[in-house]
Structures are given as C-alpha cells and as structure tokens.
C-alpha cells in the first residue's frame, strides 16, 4: 500500500481513476452495512411511489396520467378503468386476457407484457435455486480470513462483506463444491433457453395470425412496399409498374399503382416556418388580450376584452379566392394590408393600452430590397434597419408563406423544382403480392432496390431521409460510429469515477489525499457508496443516452421509425455493455489485476478467477435501485406528473397547447 500512496500523491487522478478502486475491492467487498442501507433507501422510495400511484390513480389528475385510455381514444379502443381497491387492480391486470390486449394495446404493448411475464417466469425460480442452493453452500466453512495448505503452498485469504456469498468464498480445500455451480448454471441456461424458444413460438403464432387476419391484410398499409436506392432508370411510375406486374393476375398493370418520392423540403421548410410564425402570432395577440382583460376586470367592463379579440382577430391577409390567389396582385395586396396594419392606431386595443405594451420587430433592408427580421446573432450586419408592430409583420408574413405554399401546392408534380428521389412506394392489389414483392430481388446490382420494408404507415415514415443514397448511408454511419465511440469516451469518464467512489469506505483509509474523508461518520459515507452511486448512475445512462442515440440513428438514415428504433436498440445495448460492464469492470479490478498479471504470468488462470468475479459486486447496489426504485418510478411516473403539473403549464400560453396537453395520451406526446 506504500507504492500506492507515493503513487496517488505523484498523480491523484489517474491513481483514483484507474488503481484504488480494483486495490478496495481485493481487500474487502462492499460492506454489508452499505448493502442493507441502500435495500433501505431502495425500498422506501419504492413504497412512496407506489403510495403515490394509488392515491393518485382515481383522481382527475391520476386519471389523465395513468388512465389516458379511458376516455382520449376512440370509443373502440377504451379500455375498462381500474379499479380504486388495490387487491382488486392487481386481480383485474392478472386476469386480463391476450384477445383484450391486443384489441386496446396493440402488438407492441401486448409483447411488451409478455416480456415482462416472461421475465418473471424465467427469474424466479433461478433465484429459488441461488437463495435456497448455492448461497448456504458459499457461505457455510467459507474463507473468512482463514489460512490454507493447498499442495506446498501456503495460501492466506480474506474474504468479507457481501464475497461471503460469493462462490469466491468456497475455500480451497472444498473445491468440490464448485460442482453446484456448474450444475445450477447449466439448469438456468437451459431453463432461460427453453423459456425464449417457446416465446418464439408464441411470437410467430401471434404475427402470421396478425398478418393474415382479414382486417389487417385489407389495410392499404399491408399491401404496400416502401423500396430504396432505386436506380436512375427506374424512377418512374412507368418503369415501376412494368418492372413489378408479375407480381398480379395477368400481369395487369391496373391492379398497382406506384409513386415515386419526390425531395419536398422546401415545401416543408415554408410550412414549419408558417406553423412557428402562427404559434408566434398566437402569443402575441393572447398577450394583448390577456392585458386588456387585467386591466378591466376591476371596472366591470366586461365586454372590453370580447370587443378587443374581435378586432384583434382580423380576417386573415392571404387571398381567400383559389383563382385569385395566384395572381400578381398577391404580393401588392398583402403589403398594402400590412402598411395599414402598422399605421392604424384606430384598434380597439389602443383605447386601453399603451401603443408601446405591443411588442416590436427589428427589420433589416437586405440585399435585395426586402425586409427581413433582424437576427440578435449577426451583430455586424449592416443595412437599413427598422422597427415594427410584431404583430402586424407576423400577419404579413403568414400570408407571404400561404401564398407561396398554395403556388407550390398546384406544382407537386413539377420535375424541375421538385427532384424525384431513389425511392418509391408501390401499392399491390393483394398482400401475397406485396410479400413476393418484397422478398424477391428486383435488381442484378447489388445493393440497389433494397433494403425494401412492408407494413409502412403513413406516420411511420420519416420523410427527409428518404432521398438518402447508398453511399450517403454509409458515410453517415461512419460518422455516427465516430460521434458514438466520442460518446463512449464522454460518458466513460463518469462512470469510471462512480465506479470508483462506490468503494470511498476503502478508498479513503487507503488513498492518502482521501484522508479529509476519514473523520466522517460510516453511514454517510455508505449512503455515498451505496444508493447515491447507484441512483447517479442510472440517471446517467437512462435520460439523455436515450435520446442522443435516437438521433444518431435518424442521422444514420433510416427510413422508418419501426427501423430507427432498432437501430437506436442496437446503439444502447452497446453502450450500456460498454458503459455498465467492461469501463466498470476495468476500473473495479483489472486494473488491480494486471499488474500482478506482469509480475507472475504463470498465476493468470488463478488471479482472474479470484479477483474479475470481484468486479460484480458493485453491481448488486445498481440493480437494487434498478428493481426497487426506477420500477416505482416508472409505475408513479413523478417526471409526467411534474411535467403536466408544474413543467408545462407554465409554458403553456395558448389555447391550441391547452388543448394539446389536455387530449393528448402521455406516450404519444
């Protein structure tokens, strides 16, 4: 311990990062005073959340959060409330039948319960075998800092805290036991085997019922093939249709119809822009009423905030005749609309407000003449500027953009302004037909018209990615990858810090610039070590990981949310067996371990047997919280209900967001 403390006063960091905590963990496990305080801790938050869920659950509040299918959905997919007695809850989700669920729930949320019987089935009776098997085995005649002859050697070891029930602790003279261990760890593989082969089985039954069912395989959906990377040469309804009219009777080209994608991001920029312009607009004309409302609510003129939204919500500037709504008159219309907007001081709202109380816009005289907003960003921008009523410009301006999205919606099909892109769906006349579609290749080439995708919703496509080529899919997942493995680094150092601090009882009687530490009483420090560790930990990985990921697999350029989804899947099971394993791991014991590993090569087999198992005990404390209190969490939804309570409210300005917070289910917002 010497060595380590010259070490760690030469370089605290990177001692603290990389040595002590394999060093704490060689000499003692996690103690069980730690261990039980944080079942404590874990157990009373689960019991407030739950006390939580029930009392809230029958109220207004509760009922918009944990009953939203009640009454949010149409009258065929409502669901029956729970029920206010506890006993009778559990009774009513224990006796729901699969037909039930899958009729209100759909295919996912019917699996994902599945999942989570399956897990119960599959873990239960393997902690029955560990609790009632192996762990009386592990502890009776253990090591218990006890000194062995095994063969000419001497061999000294201790062993405490909670590697008592380890299998590290069957001493070296009854090696025999580690029989049990090989028996119990082949029934729970075969076990855990058994149990996903049939819950394969269940899935596949469940899907070709599914699939083949007369209400889904008439959906437009089912008979419908979304293709990617279509060459030049194919991207026409044409080519399309005479390329896949094998695929129905006759060879009738009637009986499918394709349409080729076309890159409509300048139409869909104009109208994002329009949508923010009137959620601005919006505000703004509320603030004033909300104003005028204040100040005349004492008065008892009641009828002055009514007689200022009338004049407030002027007809709309955009031409309201289809025919004239295209002509040159458009432009000279709308702007002699806006120059008697910002000049007519005649408003209702005028008579009770100052004319300063609305707000103002700076402009600026661009290049070309026109008037543009001028951005807080670009201090040096110079030009002509201007200032102007907010709301006035904000009409015009909704008006500009109708205009302009109106002459853009009579011009879908034009080739020059909008390009058609490499991919394309195509409708068939039968669901047998689209699966053959599907499944078949369609080009020589390798790469091109694929990947293809069945069962595309209108509202699981993501649009801008469709256009997306081959090569542009594969240099954006190279830099992906890149901004993954950044990512991985990122969080790394975190992780290895808490690893680390989930042993300061050790650390600091071992670590000499830790000493400050040592006059502090032992339950503070195991309330640090045990459920604080583990609780900081899995908000690490579980808010913003999440999220991150799922832009990563957009940028990737999947087509469909079904896709993103997998693919952000795949990014997060890495991460997490990264983060939660190996970076934990490594900072835990193999750093301890290879050391030794440089000084006696022969011992390998030995030392990573008896030190690496070592590295899982930091993980009881994180899977205690994990299944105590982030499983409350998730059924209290605390984060939901400060979000609908607190959060958004006030945010919440205009009656289109009242109304969104109010109808909206809570997954699907």
Same mark, same amino acid.
């Given at each position: 311990?010497?060595?380590?403390?010259?070490?760690? #006063?030469?370089?605290? /960091?990177?001692?603290?990062?990389?040595?002590?905590?394999?060093?704490?963990?060689? *000499?003692?496990?996690?103690?069980?005073?730690?261990?039980?305080?944080?079942?404590?801790?874990?157990?009373? +938050?689960?019991?407030?959340?739950?006390?939580?869920?029930?009392?809230?659950?029958?109220?207004?509040? #509760?009922?918009?959060?944990?009953?939203?299918?009640?009454?949010?959905?149409?009258?065929?997919?409502?669901?029956?409330?729970?029920?206010?007695?506890?006993?009778?809850?559990?009774?009513?989700?224990?006796?729901?039948?699969?037909?039930?669920?899958?009729?209100?729930?759909?295919?996912?949320?019917?699996?994902?319960?599945?999942?989570?019987?399956?897990?119960?089935?599959?873990?239960?009776?393997?902690?029955?075998?560990?609790?009632?098997?192996?762990?009386?085995?592990?502890?009776?005649?253990?090591?218990? !800092?006890?000194?062995?002859?095994?063969?000419?050697?001497?061999?000294?070891?201790?062993?405490?805290?909670?590697?008592?029930?380890?299998?590290?602790?069957?001493?070296?003279?009854?090696?025999?036991?580690?029989?049990? *261990? +090989?028996?119990?760890?082949?029934?729970?593989?075969?076990?855990?085997?058994?149990?996903?082969?049939?819950?394969?089985? !269940?899935?596949?039954?469940?899907?070709?019922?599914?699939?083949?069912?007369?209400?889904?395989?008439?959906?437009?959906?089912?008979?419908?093939?979304?293709?990617?990377?279509?060459?030049?040469?194919?991207?026409?309804?044409?080519?399309?249709?005479?390329?896949?009219?094998?695929?129905?009777?006759?060879?009738?080209?009637?009986?499918?119809?394709?349409?080729? !994608?076309?890159?409509?991001?300048?139409?869909?920029?104009?109208?994002?822009?329009?949508?923010?312009?009137? =959620?601005?607009?919006?505000?703004?004309?509320?603030?004033?009423?909300?104003?005028?409302?204040?100040? *005349?609510?004492?008065?008892?003129?009641?009828?002055?905030?009514?007689?200022?939204?009338?004049?407030?919500?002027?007809?709309?500037?955009?031409?309201?005749?289809?025919?004239?709504?295209?002509?040159?008159?458009?432009?000279?219309?709308?702007?002699?609309?806006?120059?008697?907007?910002?000049?007519?001081?005649?408003?209702?709202? =005028?008579?009770?407000?100052?004319?300063?109380? @609305?707000?103002?816009?700076?402009?600026?005289?661009?290049?070309?003449?026109?008037?543009?907003?001028?951005?807080?960003?670009?201090?040096?921008?110079?030009?002509?500027?201007?200032?102007?009523?907010?709301?006035?410009?904000?009409?015009?301006?909704? @008006?500009?953009?109708?205009?302009?999205?109106?002459? /853009?919606?009579?011009? +879908?099909?034009?080739?020059?302004?909008?390009?058609?892109?490499?991919?394309?769906?195509?409708?068939?006349?039968?669901?047998?037909?689209?699966?053959?579609?599907?499944?078949?290749?369609? =080009?020589?080439?390798?790469?091109?018209?694929?990947?293809?995708?069945?069962?595309?919703?209108? =509202?699981?496509?993501?649009?801008?990615?469709?256009?997306?080529?081959?090569?542009?899919?594969?240099?954006?997942?190279?830099?992906?990858?890149?901004?993954?493995?950044?990512?991985?680094?990122?969080?790394?150092?975190?992780?290895?810090? /808490?690893?680390?601090?989930?042993?300061? #009882?050790?650390?600091?009687?071992?670590?000499?610039?830790?000493?400050?530490?040592?006059?502090?009483?032992?339950?503070?420090?195991? +309330?640090?070590?045990?459920?604080?560790?583990?609780?900081? /930990?899995?908000?690490?990985?579980?808010?913003?990981?999440?999220?991150?990921?799922?832009?990563?697999?957009?940028?990737?350029?999947?087509?469909?949310?079904?896709?993103?989804?997998?693919?952000?899947?795949?990014?997060?099971?890495?991460?997490?067996?990264?983060?939660?394993?190996?970076?934990?791991?490594?900072?835990?014991?193999?750093?301890?371990?290879?050391?030794?590993?440089?000084?006696?090569?022969?011992?390998?087999?030995?030392?990573?047997? !008896?030190?690496?198992?070592?590295?899982?005990?930091?993980?009881?404390?994180?899977?205690?919280?994990?299944?105590?209190?982030?499983?409350?969490?998730?059924?209290?939804?605390?984060?939901?209900?400060?979000?609908?309570?607190?959060?958004?409210?006030?945010?919440?300005?205009?009656?289109?967001?009242?109304?969104?917070?109010?109808?909206?289910?809570?997954?699907?917002?």
């Amino acid at each position: 311990m010497a060595n380590s403390s010259n070490s760690s #006063g030469n370089e605290p /960091l990177l001692d603290f990062l990389n040595g002590q905590a394999g060093v704490g963990e060689n *000499h003692q496990g996690i103690a069980i005073k730690a261990f039980v305080l944080n079942i404590a801790v874990s157990l009373g +938050l689960f019991a407030f959340e739950i006390s939580g869920f029930f009392l809230l659950k029958s109220s207004a509040m #509760g009922r918009r959060i944990y009953q939203p299918k009640t009454y949010l959905v149409q009258e065929r997919l409502r669901v029956e409330a729970i029920p206010a007695n506890p006993i009778k809850w559990i009774r009513r989700i224990v006796n729901i039948n699969d037909e039930e669920l899958k009729a209100k729930c759909g295919l996912d949320g019917y699996f994902f319960i599945r999942l989570l019987r399956a897990m119960i089935i599959i873990f239960v009776p393997l902690m029955t075998i560990v609790v009632t098997i192996l762990l009386p085995i592990n502890y009776n005649g253990g090591i218990a !800092n006890r000194v062995f002859n095994v063969g000419n050697d001497t061999v000294v070891k201790n062993v405490t805290g909670l590697d008592t029930l380890s299998w590290q602790n069957v001493a070296p003279t009854q090696t025999n036991r580690y029989w049990s *261990h +090989l028996v119990c760890a082949a029934l729970a593989i075969s076990w855990t085997l058994y149990r996903m082969y049939r819950e394969k089985l !269940n899935f596949i039954d469940v899907r070709q019922r599914f699939l083949t069912s007369p209400e889904h395989r008439l959906k437009a959906s089912a008979k419908t093939v979304l293709i990617t990377n279509i060459p030049s040469e194919y991207r026409s309804k044409e080519a399309l249709e005479a390329l896949y009219d094998v695929f129905v009777d006759n060879d009738d080209r009637s009986r499918l119809t394709a349409w080729v !994608n076309r890159d409509y991001g300048s139409l869909r920029a104009l109208v994002a822009r329009r949508r923010r312009l009137r =959620h601005t607009l919006e505000k703004e004309e509320l603030k004033i009423l909300r104003q005028v409302n204040k100040k *005349h609510r004492k008065s008892g003129d009641i009828s002055a905030a009514k007689r200022t939204a009338e004049n407030t919500s002027q007809e709309s500037l955009a031409p309201d005749d289809e025919d004239e709504a295209h002509t040159e008159k458009d432009e000279q219309r709308i702007s002699t609309a806006y120059e008697m907007d910002c000049n007519d001081n005649a408003q209702l709202w =005028h008579k009770y407000l100052k004319p300063s109380t @609305a707000s103002k816009i700076s402009l600026i005289r661009g290049k070309d003449g026109s008037w543009k907003p001028a951005s807080s960003f670009k201090i040096w921008a110079s030009g002509e500027k201007k200032m102007v009523p907010k709301i006035a410009w904000l009409r015009a301006e909704i @008006a500009r953009l109708t205009v302009q999205i109106d002459k /853009l919606l009579l011009n +879908l099909d034009d080739e020059e302004r909008f390009k058609k892109q490499n991919s394309a769906f195509i409708q068939f006349d039968r669901q047998m037909s689209a699966h053959m579609a599907c499944s078949l290749v369609s =080009h020589n080439r390798p790469g091109r018209m694929s990947p293809r995708f069945l069962e595309v919703a209108p =509202h699981e496509i993501i649009w801008p990615n469709m256009g997306v080529t081959s090569l542009g899919r594969l240099v954006r997942t190279c830099i992906a990858l890149v901004l993954f493995v950044a990512m991985l680094f990122l969080w790394g150092i975190p992780t290895t810090i /808490l690893a680390s601090i989930s042993q300061l #009882g050790t650390l600091r009687s071992s670590v000499s610039w830790l000493s400050w530490l040592r006059p502090w009483p032992s339950w503070i420090i195991s +309330l640090i070590s045990g459920p604080l560790t583990s609780v900081l /930990l899995a908000l690490l990985v579980q808010l913003v990981v999440p999220a991150l990921l799922r832009k990563l697999a957009v940028f990737v350029g999947t087509p469909t949310r079904s896709k993103r989804e997998v693919v952000t899947q795949d990014f997060y099971f890495t991460f997490l067996f990264i983060e939660l394993v190996l970076v934990t791991a490594i900072s835990s014991g193999i750093a301890t371990v290879i050391p030794q590993i440089v000084d006696d090569p022969r011992n390998i087999p030995t030392i990573l047997a !008896n030190d690496l198992p070592k590295s899982a005990n930091y993980f009881f404390n994180y899977l205690i919280v994990q299944s105590l209190g982030f499983s409350g969490s998730v059924l209290f939804q605390y984060l939901r209900i400060l979000y609908i309570t607190v959060i958004w409210p006030w945010f919440t300005q205009t009656p289109r967001e009242e109304a969104w917070l109010q109808t909206t289910i809570p997954h699907q917002a």
